[in-house]
């Protein structure tokens, strides 16, 4: 796969991850503001973390998509795109989790490595253009910047 494809597949992911997420959040909050609600509550039921039943579920999604394409002649309940893009989402609820329990997140020595744009490939700067369909306020020759500690 040449880079082109790539950023457009990756991009394709990105934003089914967030469309799913957007769609889902309400039923699994219950109406709450804490995106984290689900696991806190389910482990209150269950004499479980809440770190412990993010585990289960995010497993869940990786189990589907082994098996997925390991045996793709099996049946699948959901789209193998939204499974992997739901797999996406566990991953950013699971890293919220791990900072809300203390944590802190500790700028990497590679920093503008982790700015999206570089990780996609972009050739970004002041004066470059994004691809069509692409948005975002980082720029590749600014350094990473990572939002507030919890």
């Not at 991009?11 to 609600?37: C, N, P, Q």
């Not at 994004?130 to 507030?148: C, H, I, K, V, W």
Request: proline residues 7%.
């Amino acid at each position: 796969m040449n880079l082109g494809d790539y950023i457009n597949t990756s991009m394709f992911l990105f934003e089914t991850a967030t469309g799913i997420e957007h769609a889902k959040r309400a039923g699994y909050t219950m109406g709450s503001e804490d995106v984290l609600a689900n696991f806190k509550r389910i482990a209150e039921r269950a004499g479980l973390t809440a770190g412990q039943v993010w585990t289960v579920y995010f497993l869940k999604h990786v189990d589907a998509i082994a098996a997925a394409m390991s045996r793709p002649e099996l049946a699948q309940a959901e789209p193998l795109e939204e499974r992997f893009a739901d797999c996406l989402n566990y991953l950013k609820l699971g890293f919220a989790l791990f900072g809300e329990t203390g944590n802190r997140f500790h700028r990497p020595s590679f920093d503008k490595a982790l700015n999206p744009a570089v990780m996609l490939g972009l050739p970004l700067g002041p004066e470059a253009e994004l691809p069509s369909g692409f948005q975002t306020n980082l720029r590749a020759d600014e350094p990473y910047r990572r939002f507030p500690p919890i």
